[in-house]
Nanobody, 124 residues
Framework: QVQLVESGGGLVQAGGSLSLSCAAS????????MGWFRQAPGKEREFVAA????????HYADSVKGRFTISRDNAKNTVYLQMSSLNPEDTAAYYC?????????????????WGRGTQVAVSS
């Protein structure tokens, strides 16, 4: 049982910045790969970013490269998504995900655990 709780969502103006946090339960956070997906209304969920268990590797969707930064603090069992230069196309529910493999590859396509999501809305 792994619980992921996102926070930090809200409304932001286009061009602005917003930071999301995901707090994970359990003792094995430091062994999990972590990541973020998002889902806009009427669209399928899409991969956003992933980070390996020790933070040595990251991967981003092309749509967010250079604008979003994923990071983690294993001492706090928390993963972050720093978002900048936001545009209305970034409006979506953002989901924190975790994968027991600890690596990036699997989390991109099939993470083991999902949070409930936090809403991000970017106004124009």
């Amino acid at each position: 049982q792994v619980q992921l709780v996102e926070s930090g969502g809200g409304l932001v103006q286009a061009g602005g910045s917003l930071s999301l946090s995901c707090a994970a339960s359990g003792r094995r956070f430091s062994t999990y790969a972590m990541g973020w997906f998002r889902q806009a209304p009427g669209k399928e969920r899409e991969f956003v970013a992933a980070i390996s268990w020790n933070g040595d590797s990251t991967h981003y969707a092309d749509s967010v490269k250079g604008r979003f930064t994923i990071s983690r603090d294993n001492a706090k069992n928390t993963v972050y998504l720093q978002m900048s230069s936001l545009n209305p196309e970034d409006t979506a529910a953002y989901y924190c995900v975790a994968d027991r493999s600890g690596g990036i590859t699997t989390i991109v396509y099939g993470p083991d655990y999902w949070g409930r999501g936090t809403q991000v809305a970017v106004s124009s």
